[in-house]
């Protein structure tokens, strides 16, 4: 498995984060600072991956980031407001 997937996986979450919060206007839609950021942040972790021998440590990486993101981040308290 490559860091390709988990970081896809955050860069949905964060952009999804990002317009959920902003109340999904048009200009919410337009912000595209969570997906650059993403799109920056997996080609770094796959330049690591590049590297012989590191693909699982960059894979795990990649994990543990959405892993944080998801504890600590936003989504849990937008998923209990989606709930309600």
Known sequence: MTP???M???TGAAYGNDVYEAGFTASSFMN???LLYG???TVLL???AAIP???PVATAIGWA???GYLLAGPTISNLTKIGK
């Open 4 to 6: 390709l997937t988990p």
């Open 8 to 10: 896809l996986i955050l």
């Open 65 to 67: 980031a959405l892993l």
């Open 32 to 34: 595209i600072k969570p």
């Open 53 to 55: 021998g590191a693909e």
């Open 39 to 41: 799109g920056v942040a």
């Open 46 to 48: 796959e330049l690591v």
